[in-house]
């Protein structure tokens, strides 16, 4: 394997390991729910999901565990319910 491979390869690891290196700006994902699947989406630090429950309050169970799941990788904005409240 080439050497300039195998640097960039163990970079990747070092950056892997780094997750706040990344931070999402735009993100569209299925979420798999209990009862449906649903569409979670960022855009620019806001949220949206296609569920109901959203429609109504602005956030969901959806959104909540994104947050959750990609904590650091967010903007600030984004790692806030609907009315600023920390998941």
């Known amino acids: 394997m080439q050497s300039s491979l195998i640097g960039k390869i163990e970079k990747a690891r070092r950056y892997a390991q780094q997750p706040e290196r990344v931070i999402?700006?735009?993100?569209t994902a299925t979420f798999k729910g209990d009862n449906n699947n649903y569409t979670v989406s960022l855009d620019n630090g806001r949220w949206a999901c296609n569920c109901n429950f959203f429609s109504q309050t602005?956030?969901?169970s959806h959104v909540m565990a994104?947050?959750?799941m990609l904590g650091e990788m967010l903007p600030q904005e984004a790692l806030y319910t609907q009315g600023r409240i920390p998941v």
């Open 58 to 60: 602005g956030t969901c």
């Open 66 to 68: 994104m947050q959750k």
């Open 24 to 27: 999402f700006q735009t993100l």
